[in-house]
């Protein structure tokens, strides 16, 4: 009888009752152990642009968020830049100071780009910006906070995106450049390393629908050569530093990969939407068989032939990069904030091809989830555990870090709601963690306030508030502070 009412109920007739949250919309129940590993790495994590400021301090170079902010600002909600930020090229010891209060094991920040060579290329190598990032390195050693280190979170250096950006074969070897630089500079204390950023949120954006930088509409086609190169340079990359650095340095390289759960009772639906969200880079480099999902690689042919082109817009994977790409990566870094319901929606053929043409899925949210600020933003912590599984399942159980997750409000010190967040995240990575996923470290977004890209300065995602209006730029504990201290401090979700 209860399997009766159970398939009636999901058979998608009525939908909403085979969801899965608790009534408040943000818990999530425990499973097991209530302990975190001894060695489980908790931190905070940042990007350059958000919160540096500085924008051309010291000699640096313009970067494509620069040349954004101050060329297009009604492409920001507020029409702010990041220019200032929370000025963490000049107070970088008040992000210490917080770093400190909170006792995190890691700290996730991003080096830009155009600080270290302005002009994007090495010929322009500027001292000024390898020093800072030096000085930032050294103090998190004094303080026993190992760095986590991202090489590119979106803020490309200007000069690079005007010959094509990742649109461009070139690239491949202009960021290799790039990397060995970082190596030879910070790899004696650097043993963390992170390529890209959430590429494929940044290719659907900049270089198919055109509402992020650089703005080009590709939809379907230069967003798919976007990840194509960006997976060439990152594997590149890898096969430099396994040769030429490792023996030395002995770190590990990964790259962080934006993700969601396609949630519904059709499992087959469910793992064809993980393929082309979440493996559309992660199957190329953790799977056995490398390359694009199969499931991909055959639908887009076929969606592209019907469109009258004589090869697929999903550039061909085959041979030497395949190989190449194939198992170049220690880790898999992902960024987690929310989920989806998925269902199909045959779209007609003959629409303008694009991601969501060939995805050909409609996505919806239980009224139920706990909304933030952001719009995008709903709490669903069970959907982290069951990516959590998938990876699990789908990758051999590779090495995870969790490099990004966080709540958006509006800043009030007292964030009920960012502690729920975050309770129940961390509930979900534990509950990972007793089943068999082989989970490291998780890093909350973000240690402080900061320019939330094209939401300007209006969604508060920080632990530490940041007086944006002060010359000073003050931090201000909110309470989730405390609370996760305490959970860094015991390994206990209290
Ligand atoms: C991610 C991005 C971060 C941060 C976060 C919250 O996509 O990597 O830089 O902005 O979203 O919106």
């Known amino acids: 009888m209860l399997l009766f009412v159970y398939l009636i109920f999901c058979s998608g007739l009525i939908v909403s009752q085979c969801r899965l949250t608790t009534e408040d919309g943000c818990n999530l129940p425990a499973k097991g152990n209530s302990k975190?590993?001894?060695?489980?790495?908790f931190g905070v994590a940042t990007a350059a642009y958000q919160i540096e400021g500085g924008w051309n301090a010291d000699g640096k170079g313009l970067s494509l968020w620069d040349d954004f902010t101050h060329n297009y600002p009604h492409m920001i909600d507020d029409k702010t830049t990041g220019d200032v930020a929370a000025d963490s090229y000049h107070r970088f010891d008040q992000d210490l100071a917080a770093l400190k209060e909170l006792k995190v094991t890691h700290y996730r920040f991003s080096i830009s780009w155009s600080r270290i060579f302005p002009n994007g290329d090495i010929s322009s190598r500027n001292q000024y910006g390898i020093d800072y990032y030096n000085n930032v390195i050294d103090k998190l050693e004094a303080n026993d906070i190992q760095p986590i280190v991202t090489m590119v979170h979106f803020d490309l250096p200007y000069e690079i995106q005007k010959i094509g950006g990742f649109a461009n074969p070139l690239f491949i070897n202009q960021f290799v450049t790039y990397a060995i630089e970082l190596f030879n500079n910070y790899g004696d204390r650097v043993k963390t390393w992170i390529t890209f950023n959430e590429p494929l949120l940044y290719?659907?954006?900049?270089?198919?629908?055109?509402?992020y930088p650089p703005q080009i509409h590709g939809a379907g086609l230069i967003d798919y050569i976007c990840v194509d190169n960006t997976l060439k340079a990152h594997a590149a990359a890898y096969r430099?530093?396994?040769?030429?650095?490792f023996n030395t340095q002995g770190g590990k390289i990964g790259i962080s990969l934006d993700s969601q759960f396609?949630?519904?009772n059709d499992t087959a639906l469910t793992h064809r939407a993980m393929q082309y969200n979440l493996g559309f880079l992660a199957h190329p480099l953790f799977s056995k068989s490398g390359g694009y999902p199969e499931v991909m690689v055959e639908e887009i042919r076929r969606n592209s032939l019907k469109e009258g082109r004589i090869t697929s817009r999903l550039p061909d994977l085959d041979g030497k990069w395949k190989h190449i790409i194939k198992g170049s990566a220690d880790f898999l870094a992902i960024n987690y904030y929310t989920s989806r319901y998925i269902s199909r929606a045959e779209k007609p053929i003959g629409e303008n091809p694009s991601f969501e043409r060939d995805y050909d899925l409609d996505e919806s949210i239980d009224p139920k989830w706990k909304r933030g600020l952001s719009r995008w933003l709903y709490c669903v912590p069970e959907g982290l555990e069951s990516i959590l599984k998938f990876i699990r399942d789908e990758y051999d159980n590779v090495e995870v870090i969790v490099t990004e997750n966080g709540?958006?409000?509006k800043g009030d010190l007292e964030d009920i709601e960012r502690i729920q967040y975050l309770k129940s995240h961390l509930q979900a990575v534990l509950n990972a963690i007793n089943d068999g996923c082989n989970v490291r470290g998780y890093m909350y977004w973000s240690l402080i306030d900061n320019f939330e890209w094209q939401r300007g300065y209006t969604v508060k995602f920080g632990l530490y508030s940041v007086n944006m209006t002060s010359p000073?730029?003050?931090?201000?504990a909110r309470n989730s502070v405390g609370y996760y201290r305490k959970v860094i401090e015991t390994h206990l979700l209290s």
């Open 36 to 41: 975190f590993p001894s060695n489980f790495s």
């Open 407 to 409: 709540w958006s409000d």
């Open 262 to 264: 396609s949630i519904s």
């Open 472 to 476: 000073t730029k003050e931090r201000t």
């Open 203 to 211: 290719c659907k954006s900049g270089y198919g629908e055109a509402n």
């Open 240 to 245: 430099v530093y396994k040769s030429k650095f």
